[in-house]
């Protein structure tokens, strides 16, 4: 197995494609997302590194608080390219003035589909099944890479790639 960043094993399989250089990341409901990944609410700006893979998004977060007494937090975030609805070049004006890329996934940090189990899903092919039974929980994020329209073009190369080879799933 591979090794990338802060102590993070890929698969045995998996290989990256693509990386970002650090960059600002922006979540839909930042601060309730932020509490369900690093396990407390932190208001704050959060940066990350991330990676494409030819399993995965794959993302390192660091929040940075805003209160100064508070330390940095960091953990590894990843999603499947299944999950993403939408993507899309954007700007997002609440806390940046940055182009990035916008993506609109469907958000599984709902009790038993938190992530090793959703792997265990997605290999038997029903993912697809539980995203359309869950389109409710969707979500937003902007990563704001400098090279976003590359990111999405590998992405949407991806996406493709993948559902020509799993027609089913």
Known sequence: MSQIGILKELEEDEKILH????CDIEFDKQEETIRQILGEK???????????TNKRILMWLLAVPEKRDMEPKSDWYSFPYERIIKMEP???RRHYNKTGLEMEFIDL???ELFTGTEEMISEKGRLRELIS???????KL????PDSQLWN???NEISRERASK???S
């Open 19 to 22: 990386e970002s250089s650090i």
């Open 133 to 139: 039974r869950r389109k409710s929980e969707k979500t």
């Open 42 to 52: 932190i208001k704050g700006r959060v940066i990350c590194k991330t990676y494409l």
């Open 90 to 92: 954007s700007k997002r």
């Open 153 to 155: 073009l590998k992405i």
């Open 166 to 168: 799993n027609p089913e």
């Open 109 to 111: 940090f709902v009790g």
């Open 142 to 145: 902007w990563l704001y890479v």
